[in-house]
Nanobody, 125 residues
Framework: QLQASGGGLVQAGASLRLSCAASGRTSSSANIGWFRQAPGKEREFVAA????????YYADSVKGRFTISRDNAKNTVYLQMGSLKPEDTAVYYCAARFVFDYYIDYGKPDKYTNWGQGTLVTVSS
């Protein structure tokens, strides 16, 4: 199971850290992705991290502003968001998949098998 938290209302330019807590015996072997969905739009890829944390991937729209990391001792993946913009407003979801070839299809929502409930991030201008 995945539990996303940390969303809220912030002003443009602010920072926010989202957390994705994973439970289960295999949580440390999960590749984790963050996705977001704004009203009226499709779910889009934000960032992904391999099970070891050694590989990280970002959407072009957040590269340089967001950082994904994980603490396997705490079974938690983080998404540190900086320089937030109004267009970052969305419900953010974390998702897990268990694959060896984590470098393939990490940006495709249908390749993830477990999803958290989402946390709302609202950025005001």
């Amino acid at each position: 199971q995945l539990q996303a938290s940390g969303g809220g209302l912030v002003q443009a330019g602010a920072s926010l850290r989202l957390s994705c807590a994973a439970s289960g015996r295999t949580s440390s072997s999960a590749n984790i992705g963050w996705f977001r969905q704004a009203p009226g739009k499709e779910r889009e890829f934000v960032a992904a991290i391999s099970d070891s944390g050694g590989s990280k991937y970002y959407a072009d729209s957040v590269k340089g502003r967001f950082t994904i990391s994980r603490d396997n001792a705490k079974n938690t993946v983080y998404l540190q968001m900086g320089s937030l913009k109004p267009e970052d407003t969305a419900v953010y979801y974390c998702a897990a998949r268990f694959v060896f070839d984590y470098y393939i299809d990490y940006g495709k929502p249908d390749k993830y098998t477990n999803w958290g409930q989402g946390t709302l991030v609202t950025v005001s201008s």
